[in-house]
């Protein structure tokens, strides 16, 4: 099956700080999702990707298709930023959202 | 939050028992996913379905299955529940004019 690899593992930033989360996928894709898991366990949708460049107040992403990777912006980031970010892929010819998850970036957002 | 819900959302039982979690939503979505989450995995697709009855494997269904008798209901049943099904499971829709996937928050086993 396809491969999700997501970086860095691990992030601590310091509030108002930017920072850029990576992901990288084995093969084409054709569905691209990135999650926010919340320090409460809840999972909520920040983009559905599968190409170009998106923006939503503090948070943007980008995906190149061609290359195989997508990268989510934190900008002037916040304590309620803090969680696990996940991206999430679905190859051809798809249909159905059958979404395979990387392991996520765990973000920590300190005062 | 997609009008979501998951019944329960903790429970403990034993190994060797059944278990079944429930998944109910209130949109009509048609698409409907359950998975798995468990450390250094990320989530895991384990049965998805496409309508009333209509539903097929993911990548983690041995141990598992699944039944969708009407629209807004999706059961998850652990025919005889192991303590490697200990783990959150994670029921899922994708909206209608979409392919946006929403989560439902989750319901936390552990098998003793």
């Known amino acids: 099956g396809i491969q999700v690899e997501q970086s860095p593992p691990d992030l601590i930033l310091q509030e108002g700080a930017n920072s850029t989360l990576r992901c990288n996928f084995s093969d084409s894709v054709n569905n691209l999702q990135w999650f926010h898991q919340n320090p409460w366990g809840q999972l909520i949708n920040l983009f559905y990707i599968p190409s170009g460049t998106k923006q939503n107040g503090r948070l943007s992403a980008t995906t190149v298709a061609t290359e195989r990777y997508s990268l989510l912006y934190i900008s002037s980031s916040q304590t309620t930023d803090s969680g696990v970010y996940f991206c999430a892929v679905e190859r051809p010819p798809g249909g159905g959202n059958k979404l395979t998850f990387g392991t996520g970036t765990q973000l920590k957002v300190e005062l | 939050d997609a009008g979501i819900t998951q019944s329960p959302r903790h429970k403990v039982t034993e190994t060797g028992t059944p278990v079944t979690l429930r998944c109910h939503q209130t949109e009509n979505h048609r698409y409907m996913y359950w998975y798995r989450q468990d450390p250094g995995h990320g989530l895991r697709l384990i049965h998805y379905s496409y309508g009333v009855k209509d539903t097929d494997k993911g990548e983690v269904s041995d141990g598992y299955s699944v039944s969708r008798s009407k629209t807004e209901d999706f059961l998850l049943t652990l025919e005889s529940a192991t303590s490697s099904q200990t783990s959150v499971y994670f029921c899922?829709?994708?909206?209608?004019?979409?392919?946006?996937?929403?989560f439902g928050p989750g319901t936390r086993l552990l098998v003793l």
């Open positions: 899922a829709i994708t909206a209608r004019l979409s392919e946006t996937q929403y």
